[in-house]
């Protein structure tokens, strides 16, 4: 790489992120600056992967592969946005994918299925019991079919927005539409979540 | 403030449930729920399918989500040409590589002498014939002296055990 070139890419990454900079590390060679990228999106990726495919063993195979495509386009990688905006287009591109292939292969059989991928509580105060342990994986289930049940859009846009906090311009990037298309999906998947789950907080 | 719900805009409602109004627009947004019934109520359930949503936690990640990640990294890597040969072998553990390597080489050799038997039998000596001849010649004639000394020392026997 020449060294003007270089240096430019160097400018417009400060202009955007830390991320982005430490992606240019990465093209420059530097396998530590993937590393600190890696321990700081994981979670996020594997996580926002699991609730759009709801199966634990695919979203880590996905989130591996989201991660090794970063690793692989490091050398044409070129800061023009968001790091994280880049890495959930990957993740997106790739959970639809599969989800898409996944609806040909099973039709919509999955939703009917009691899934073995329930997550265990991480954090409770104290030990709940068994009525207040049923009462979450009922509570759980519902809300699963309830994102499941949205269209892919929609579902990837509403778990960006409430799990990532992520602004509805980013959402549009990875996305690939408007910034009113992302209000638009979101106005609809909350309407259908509302009417399916508000009633969850009241019983 | 313009009603939300009449302006057909969610949003301000969907912020507010997630907490991401600030202070000045969280506080007009309030003072119009209080009187406006439609906004209190989509307001209202907005928050609880938000609280619903928390309740959806993902599982934990694989501890050994990063070395399989960095497995697959280095099998992408470009391989010497010594890595690319010995690759199909990686796989096969020390103990049941030897008797492997010990029966290949063997299957090697015996393949080798099938091949060619001639160029591997021992080169004959071109004067076994001759040596081979005066031993048996030698050899006779030593059987023939013991054959005599035995007959003398038993006709002596003899004698003696006559007198």
């Given at each position: 790489m020449e060294p003007g070139v270089n240096t430019d890419m160097g400018a417009a990454a400060a202009t955007l992120d830390y991320d982005a900079e430490l992606m240019l590390r990465v093209k420059e060679g530097d396998g530590t600056s993937f590393g600190v990228l890696l321990e700081k999106h994981r979670a996020s990726v594997i996580h926002f992967v699991y609730r759009l495919v709801q199966e634990q063993a695919v979203a880590e195979e996905l989130a591996q592969e989201v991660f090794l495509r970063v690793y692989r386009s490091r050398s044409s990688?070129?800061?023009?946005?968001k790091f994280k905006t880049w890495l959930f287009r990957i993740a997106t591109h790739l959970a639809l994918n599969w989800l898409r292939d996944e609806k040909h292969e099973r039709g919509q059989e999955r939703l009917d299925e009691v899934s073995g991928d329930l997550p265990v509580r991480q954090v409770c105060d104290r030990r709940p019991s068994v009525e207040q342990e049923l009462v979450y994986q009922v509570k759980l289930e519902e809300v699963r079919r309830a994102v499941a049940a949205l269209p892919e859009k929609q579902r990837a846009a509403v778990l960006m927005h409430k799990?990532?906090?992520?602004?509805y311009a980013q959402i549009a990037k990875v996305l690939g539409c408007s910034e009113s298309a992302v209000k638009s999906l979101l106005f609809r998947a909350y309407e259908t979540l509302r009417a399916r789950l508000a009633h969850m907080e009241t019983t | 403030m313009n009603c939300p719900i009449e302006n057909r805009n969610s949003a301000m409602l969907v912020a507010h449930a997630a907490g991401e109004l600030d202070p000045l627009a969280a506080r007009v947004l309030e003072q119009h729920l209080a009187g406006c019934e439609a906004c209190r109520s989509v307001a209202a359930e907005q928050i609880a399918m938000w609280k619903a949503l928390d309740a959806w936690e993902a599982p934990p990640v694989s501890p050994d989500f990063d070395r399989r990640l960095y497995r697959r990294i280095g099998e992408g890597a470009p391989l010497s040409w010594w890595e690319r040969l010995a690759r199909p072998f990686r796989a096969i553990p020390l103990r049941q590589a030897l008797p492997l390597t010990a029966t290949a080489g063997l299957l090697l050799m015996a393949g080798l002498l099938l091949q060619h038997p001639g160029s591997y039998a021992p080169a004959p000596a071109p004067h076994s014939q001759a040596v081979r001849a005066d031993q048996v010649e030698s050899t006779l004639d030593d059987l023939d002296l013991l054959r005599q000394f035995g007959t003398a020392n038993s006709a002596e026997s003899v004698h003696n055990d006559a007198m």
């Open positions: 990688y070129e800061p023009t946005a799990y990532e906090e992520m602004e | -």
